[in-house]
């Protein structure tokens, strides 16, 4: 990136002159242009990282493919596109004939590992959602570094063949530094960075969404009609409702002498009526978080799908007809396949919770305390706020202070006191 930026500078008095192919204003603007999204791309790709790292909830097994999906990007914005900007701000590639090979091995590399990251995404949203309790199981960590494993070497073999003399004798033709255009490479390359895992993208997708209809359709189906709760369950509510108890929690605090008091903090449990409503509750989240992962995914797709299909499709015809495209052409779709990785993490912020939260905290320096924050926030989200709960309007509002001591002859007293009566028994 230092060279990139060194061999830009060197000749800033020049660009508009011969070799350049744009004006001195028309430089500025895209300079400006592109250092934001590369800016863009490292500072957004590098807040996933950090947060999965320091968020506790987001290390799960299924996070690291997005792990592994932003340090690719993010190595696209820092080893890639720097030479990109000299190359089209310059109108030609001055780095020399060894380097234009690295980098050119370097691009594929990396946009071909963020394609199958992608890829490998949505087939485990697609495991997730078709094989819940067995995929499950099967989720681990190790799993998921196999797959990462799997991407990258995929990635290297497709990388790398120019490297070994599969390409034409200058990759620098006209001034201009690509990927090799030899025929046969194209054809391999882009059916396996683009083309394959685009199809399997697409069946996946395909698949998910009519999983997700049919069990949305069968949520529905189910659910009571005019009330909440089915009839059947009208007389374990009213049994539910008697059954309220109070669960209390005990506080020893040890004094001098023979004796000890213990504090109960009464707090409502929340019986079997409760316990229903909140598990449907959760249940109504979890099937809320999966609807959200799914349109994520999709956006993710659309996105990948816009930003590659038009240079791929230019990939294809290069080779046989280099003329028939012109230089503005091929940087168009080239900038608008980096801006895949400028956009990956800007749609996990919108559209991810997990992720938006966490990104705020960080941007705002709020790291410490994270993980209690967001806990509360999740609780919250899931339970209701504290004291939310409201007791049945029929019971008598339990007692709020209640004394336990243990006297010096072994037995134990209990004081009850509700700001009304108070009692004692000894057991």
Same mark, same amino acid.
């Given at each position: 990136?230092?060279n990139?930026?060194?061999a830009l500078?060197n ?6 002159g ?5 004006t001195?204003?028309?430089?500025v ?6 250092v934001?999204m590369?800016?863009g791309?490292i500072?957004g790709?590098a807040l996933?990282?950090?947060?999965v790292?320091?968020v506790r909830?987001?290390r799960?097994?299924?996070?690291l493919?997005i ?8 190595l ?6 720097p030479y ?12 020399g ?6 980098w ?6 990396l ?7 992608l890829?490998c995404?949505?087939i ?5 959602i ?10 681990t960590p ?6 990462i ?6 990635s290297a073999?497709?990388?790398i063949?120019p490297?070994?003399?599969w ?7 006209d001034?201009?530094?690509?990927v090799?255009?030899?025929i046969?490479?194209q ?12 199809g ?5 997708y ?5 999983? =997700? ?6 949520? %529905?189906r189910?659910?009571? +009609? &005019?009330? $909440?709760?089915?009839?059947s369950? @009208? *007389?374990n509510s009213v049994a539910a409702?008697? =059954?309220?108890?109070t669960?209390?929690?005990? %506080?020893?605090?040890?004094? +001098? &002498?023979? $004796?000890?008091?213990?504090?109960? @903090? *009464?707090?409502?449990r929340?019986?079997?009526? =409760?316990?229903?409503?909140k ?5 109504r989240i979890s099937?809320s978080k ?9 956006v993710?797709?659309?996105a990948f ?6 240079f791929?499709?230019?990939a294809l015809?290069r080779?046989?007809?280099a003329?028939c495209i012109p230089n503005?052409l091929t940087?168009i779709?080239?900038w608008l396949g ?5 956009l990956n ?9 997990e992720?938006?939260?966490?990104f ?5 320096f ?6 209690i924050r967001?806990?509360s ?5 899931q ?6 709960f409201?007791?049945?309007?029929t ?8 004394v ?8 134990t007293?209990v004081?009850l ?11």
């Amino acid at each position: 990136m230092l060279n990139a930026s060194y061999a830009l500078l060197n000749d800033t008095n020049s660009t508009s002159g011969a070799g350049s192919p744009y004006t001195l204003w028309q430089t500025v603007v895209i300079l400006i242009f592109l250092v934001i999204m590369i800016v863009g791309t490292i500072i957004g790709n590098a807040l996933v990282c950090l947060a999965v790292a320091i968020v506790r909830k987001l290390r799960t097994p299924s996070n690291l493919l997005i792990v592994s999906l932003a340090v690719s990007d993010l190595l696209v914005a820092v080893l890639v596109m720097p030479y990109a900007v000299v190359q089209e701000i310059k109108g030609r590639w001055v780095l020399g004939r060894t380097f234009c090979d690295t980098w050119t091995s370097l691009d594929v590399l990396l946009c071909t590992a963020s394609i199958l990251n992608l890829c490998c995404i949505s087939i485990d949203r697609y495991l997730v959602i078709t094989r819940p309790f067995d995929y499950a199981m099967k989720r681990t960590p190790k799993r998921m570094a196999l797959m990462i494993f799997v991407v990258w070497v995929a990635s290297a073999t497709i990388s790398i063949p120019p490297i070994f003399g599969w390409k034409k004798s200058d990759s620098t033709e006209d001034g201009q530094c690509v990927v090799s255009q030899e025929i046969g490479y194209q054809f391999y390359a882009t059916i396996g960075a683009f083309y394959m895992p685009l199809g399997v993208m697409i069946f996946i997708y395909a698949r998910i969404y009519i999983v =997700s209809s049919r069990i949305a359709e069968q949520e %529905n189906r189910s659910k009571p +009609r &005019g009330a $909440s709760l089915a009839p059947s369950h @009208s *007389s374990n509510s009213v049994a539910a409702r008697r =059954s309220f108890e109070t669960q209390q929690e005990l %506080n020893c605090v040890r004094s +001098r &002498g023979n $004796s000890a008091v213990e504090m109960l @903090s *009464s707090k409502p449990r929340r019986s079997a009526w =409760s316990g229903f409503l909140k598990k449907s509750r959760l249940n109504r989240i979890s099937s809320s978080k999966e609807r959200k992962a799914t349109k994520t995914l999709g956006v993710i797709m659309g996105a990948f799908t816009a930003c590659w299909l038009p240079f791929f499709c230019l990939a294809l015809i290069r080779p046989m007809c280099a003329s028939c495209i012109p230089n503005w052409l091929t940087s168009i779709f080239n900038w608008l396949g980096f801006a895949n990785s400028f956009l990956n993490p800007i749609i996990y912020a919108r559209f991810n919770r997990e992720f938006r939260t966490p990104f705020k905290e960080i941007l705002l320096f709020r790291c410490r305390g994270i993980n209690i924050r967001l806990r509360s926030e999740s609780y919250a989200e899931q339970f209701g706020q504290v004291g939310a709960f409201r007791e049945p309007a029929t019971l008598t509002p339990l007692p709020h202070n209640t004394v336990v001591k243990y006297n010096s002859q072994g037995s134990t007293v209990v004081r009850l006191n509700n700001g009304i009566q108070s009692a004692e028994a000894k057991v």
